[in-house]
């Protein structure tokens, strides 16, 4: 296993696929056998809410840094080897939240999972800027684009500043006719090029479906080059089919009483929180 275990995934804007990324690097690892926790570190915004069918009352990441409740209260199973710890999505609970117990709350995860995604928000504020500094490493997500090339140039910066360190960088949304290379993105941000991740029809029809890439097609170019990263990241093999699935919606001590009507829901509500989260572009 890499002596780095938990990543803070993070841009300097929005609609990169920071989600997606986090997403389907997390299943990867899970269906190579590694225990993986998915956490929704963007206290604002609440990407991940949708992946666990909450209800109003549910407990979330919000109750937990409210010292309302406890970390496992707010971790939810999504597959075999994998769960999240959603956000809250009410502005109220929000406002009572402490980023500072975002620490201890990780140091939690990571003892008791292999591998620890953060889904970091974009911009500069102290919740966004503190993840970066708990995380072992950063990876910073960008597009081709100048602007989103610029926008990681802070957020490299932002990382600096927190005491982080930059595991490297994923290039999302490439076309083979572009005139960049995406050695030349990563030279020019001096940091290591992780993997480059093409644009793919899939991944649209992934978000719709309410099911990560790497289950919903996993051979698509898109797939494979996530599984490749993944497999770089931990030094395991990653298998090339699907071996996992990822619509159960139950915390992890009821997760043996879901049923079809929530799997559903779940399939719908995975759907509406990537979208929302990725619509950005």
Same mark, same amino acid.
């Given at each position: 296993?890499?002596?780095?275990?938990?990543?803070?995934?993070?841009?300097? /804007?929005?609609?990169?696929? /920071?989600?997606?990324?986090?997403?389907?690097?997390?299943?990867?690892?899970?269906?190579?056998?590694?225990?993986?926790?998915?956490?929704?570190?963007?206290?604002?915004?609440?990407?991940?809410?949708?992946?666990?069918?909450?209800?109003?009352?549910?407990?979330?990441?919000?109750?937990?840094?409210?010292?309302?409740?406890?970390?496992?209260?707010?971790?939810?199973?999504?597959?075999?080897?994998?769960?999240?710890?959603?956000?809250?999505?009410?502005?109220?609970?929000?406002?009572?939240?402490?980023?500072?117990?975002?620490?201890?709350?990780?140091?939690?995860?990571?003892?008791?999972?292999?591998?620890?995604?953060?889904?970091?928000?974009?911009?500069?504020?102290?919740?966004?800027?503190?993840?970066?500094?708990?995380?072992?490493?950063?990876?910073?997500?960008?597009?081709?684009?100048?602007?989103?090339?610029?926008?990681?140039? /802070?957020?490299?910066?932002?990382?600096?500043?927190?005491?982080?360190?930059?595991?490297?960088?994923?290039?999302?949304?490439?076309?083979?006719?572009?005139?960049?290379?995406?050695?030349?993105?990563?030279?020019?941000?001096?940091?290591?090029?992780?993997?480059?991740?093409?644009?793919?029809?899939?991944?649209?029809?992934?978000?719709?479906?309410?099911?990560?890439?790497?289950?919903? *097609?996993? *051979?698509?170019?898109?797939?494979?080059?996530?599984?490749?990263?993944?497999? *770089?990241?931990?030094?395991?093999?990653?298998?090339?089919?699907?071996?996992?699935?990822?619509?159960?919606?139950?915390?992890?001590?009821?997760?043996?009483?879901?049923?079809?009507?929530?799997?559903?829901?779940?399939?719908?509500?995975?759907?509406?929180?990537?979208?929302?989260? *990725?619509?950005?572009?």
């Amino acid at each position: 296993m890499s002596h780095e275990t938990v990543y803070a995934i993070a841009s300097g /804007k929005g609609g990169v696929g /920071k989600t997606t990324t986090t997403v389907n690097l997390g299943t990867a690892l899970a269906q190579a056998g590694e225990r993986v926790a998915i956490v929704d570190a963007d206290l604002g915004m609440a990407n991940l809410a949708g992946f666990v069918s909450l209800t109003p009352d549910a407990t979330t990441l919000h109750d937990v840094l409210a010292h309302d409740a406890s970390i496992a209260d707010a971790t939810y199973r999504l597959a075999d080897n994998i769960v999240a710890v959603p956000s809250g999505t009410g502005l109220d609970d929000y406002a009572e939240t402490s980023p500072e117990g975002l620490r201890d709350a990780i140091d939690e995860l990571r003892a008791e999972y292999d591998y620890v995604f953060l889904d970091v928000g974009a911009g500069i504020s102290h919740e966004t800027v503190l993840p970066l500094g708990l995380a072992d490493a950063v990876i910073v997500i960008s597009t081709p684009e100048p602007a989103s090339v610029q926008d990681s140039e /802070k957020t490299i910066e932002l990382t600096a500043h927190a005491g982080g360190e930059v595991a490297g960088l994923v290039v999302t949304r490439i076309h083979p006719d572009t005139d960049v290379t995406y050695d030349e993105i990563a030279d020019r941000l001096d940091i290591p090029l992780l993997g480059a991740v093409p644009e793919d029809g899939a991944a649209r029809e992934s978000v719709y479906a309410g099911t990560p890439l790497v289950v919903y *097609e996993p *051979e698509s170019p898109a797939a494979v080059a996530y599984r490749r990263i993944a497999a *770089e990241l931990a030094g395991v093999d990653v298998p090339d089919e699907s071996a996992t699935e990822t619509t159960t919606t139950e915390s992890d001590d009821d997760a043996d009483d879901a049923d079809d009507e929530e799997s559903e829901a779940a399939h719908d509500d995975v759907s509406s929180a990537i979208t929302e989260a *990725e619509s950005d572009s």
